[in-house]
Every structure is written in structure tokens, then in C-alpha cells.
């Protein structure tokens, strides 16, 4: 008589979906730039890798494939801007935060005034700590335009943030 120590397919994805809500929320909420858009977007990737969950439980890195859902249904979003929802300008408290919160706003106001493509970049780039290739193939975009974008869109951004962050603006 054997036992079967294997788990049922969604005890796994509540667990994955623990262990990585944080940090995909986190990356959702500095391309959107708004809380109730991030936890769409963070909703919407769990229930897109919810539906390939025994295919991508098997993959080498599940939390990899939904970095990819998440950007890509991002830039789907916002390319087809189809959001008829209104979001309020109060944000709620955040009390894990130990940043100040008007530089948390203006950092957040300065990405959305980058394209899309570009935020992505950024973020995966610099929030997420990925290389240039992982970037790359997160966005299927080839390495080349991932250095372009990023170099470009950091210029773009600096002048933005000069007066939140002067001494990390400075060359």
C-alpha cells in the first residue's frame, strides 16, 4: 500500500500565489501607478496562469512565466484602453511603507509619464533587478532595444525626479 504525498493542483497555486503576490503586486503598482489598477492587473496574470497552472508548475521558474503574463497583459492594457473604471484620488494607508509617501506619488506620477514599453523596461530593469536578456525575453523585445529604452527612458525620467531624489540624478 503507498501513500501519495502529491498535492492537489491548487493547494500549489495558493502557495505560489503567496509566496509571489507581494512582489507582483509591487511590479503591477509601478506600471500602473494606481493601487485598484495594480490589483486588476495582479488578478487578472493569477487567473491567466491559474488556467496553465499544471503546465507551468512544471516549468523551470512558474514565478518567470507570470512576471511575463503580467507585463504583457500591462502593455495589452494599456494599448487597447478599454478601462472605463474611475479610480479615486485617495489612496489607502500603506503602513508596511516606510518611505515617505509624497516621494512614493511623484516617483509613481514621473513613470506614468513614460510609455508603457518603457515603464516595463524600467521596472523589470531596475525594480525587479533582471539583466538586460531577461528583460528582454520578458518583453519580447531583443536586447539591444532593451539597453535603448531603458538608457532613454532613465533620461527622460531624471528630470522628473531631480527634485525627489537630487543625489541620484546627478552624473
Given amino acids: 500500500m503507498s501513500t501519495s504525498t502529491a498535492r492537489p493542483p491548487t493547494e500549489e497555486f495558493a502557495d505560489f500565489v503567496h509566496s509571489t503576490g507581494s512582489s507582483l503586486y509591487r511590479t503591477a503598482l509601478l506600471l500602473t501607478g494606481d493601487h485598484h489598477l495594480a490589483e486588476d492587473l495582479t488578478q487578472t496574470t493569477y487567473a491567466r496562469v491559474f488556467a496553465s497552472w499544471r503546465r507551468v508548475s512544471r516549468a523551470d521558474n512558474p514565478a518567470a512565466y507570470a512576471r511575463r503574463v503580467l507585463l504583457n497583459g500591462f502593455i495589452s492594457h494599456r494599448r487597447l484602453r478599454r478601462n ?39 521596472v523589470a530593469r531596475y525594480w525587479e533587478d533582471r539583466s538586460v536578456s531577461q528583460t528582454a525575453a520578458d518583453l519580447g523585445l531583443t536586447e539591444t532595444a532593451v539597453r535603448t529604452r531603458s538608457k532613454r527612458a532613465l533620461e527622460r525620467l531624471r528630470p522628473l525626479v531631480a527634485d525627489i531624489f537630487p543625489e541620484r540624478t546627478t552624473r
Fill in 84 to 122: 472605463t473604471e474611475t479610480p479615486t484620488s485617495k489612496l489607502p494607508d500603506d503602513p508596511r511603507s516606510d518611505a515617505d509617501p509624497s516621494a512614493r506619488i511623484d516617483l509613481l506620477a514621473a513613470l506614468q509619464r513614460l510609455s508603457p514599453t518603457d515603464r516595463a523596461v524600467l
